[in-house]
């Protein structure tokens, strides 16, 4: 693998990055509608994005009440441990603020990931946007 960095920052300073992942992976990939990707949380929430050699290729985002959403991993970079590198910056980020408990709404085919990392799944499967989603928590030791 080339040169990984990942950052955690704001909205204000990644989004030109972060607009370009979440738009190649949500929006044309998923076939999310534009209107519904982009929300006033993305302001207020802590962000991760890494990059290959200084090419954005995922993301992810912690919101205030610690909830993380918004993971995407570029096709192309998927496997490789770029979503875990993401996935453990929003946690490390977390705990520096003493958050007590992480929350996660999953896509079903990415609920094994989270378990590695700690999350467990909580109530059924619902529906979010057209695609099965499984609430999942951690709770984080300070």
């Known amino acids: 693998m080339s040169a990984l960095t990942v950052v955690v920052g704001d909205w204000t300073s990644l989004e030109p990055a972060l607009r ?20 006033a949380d993305d302001a207020t929430s802590r962000h991760a994005l890494a990059c290959i050699d200084g090419a954005p290729v995922a993301c992810g985002r912690l919101l ?9 991993v570029r096709a ?9 590198a993401i996935l453990d910056a929003l946690i490390d980020s977390a ?21 590695k990392a700690g999350f467990a799944a909580e ?18 030791v300070s």
């Open 95 to 115: 705990q520096q603020v003493g958050m007590p408990l992480l929350q996660l709404h999953a896509q079903m085919h990415a609920t094994g990931f989270y378990e």
């Open 76 to 84: 192309a970079w998927r496997g490789q441990g770029i979503g875990r």
């Open 123 to 140: 109530g059924p499967p619902f529906d979010e946007i057209g695609i099965e989603h499984q609430r999942m928590v951690r709770t984080l």
């Open 64 to 72: 205030p009440d610690g909830h993380i959403g918004r993971m995407a």
């Open 20 to 39: 370009t992942v979440r738009e190649a992976v949500f929006i044309l990939e998923q076939g999310i509608p534009a209107e519904l990707e982009w929300d």
